[in-house]
């Protein structure tokens, strides 16, 4: 892997450790997948899911753990 340096203003340099801290990977894998999103999107070889960008909610709600697969909470759906 090779190795490349970047000047940040402080407060970037911030919202950097915190997003890495938040999702428990280093500050180099934080800007590693931000790059790879950013050209990828720029190459259009990489698009965005719904999940891309909800994916950190995945799990924080309570309610039944059958939502998906049980057909009765399908009833009186959309009417």
């Known amino acids: 892997m090779r ?3 970047c000047k940040l203003p402080a407060k970037l340099d911030a919202e950097l ?7 428990g990977i280093s500050k180099s894998e ?9 050209v990828g999107r ?3 070889r ?6 891309d960008l909800v994916g950190n909610l995945s799990g924080s709600l309570d309610g039944p753990a059958d939502i998906l697969t049980n057909p009765k909470y ?3 759906f959309g009417g």
């Open 3 to 5: 190795t490349i340096t």
């Open 46 to 51: 990489k698009r965005r899911r719904a999940f």
């Open 30 to 38: 934080v800007v590693r997948k931000a790059l790879e999103d950013r």
């Open 17 to 23: 450790t915190a997003a890495a801290r938040e999702e």
């Open 74 to 76: 399908m009833k009186d």
């Open 42 to 44: 720029r190459r259009g």
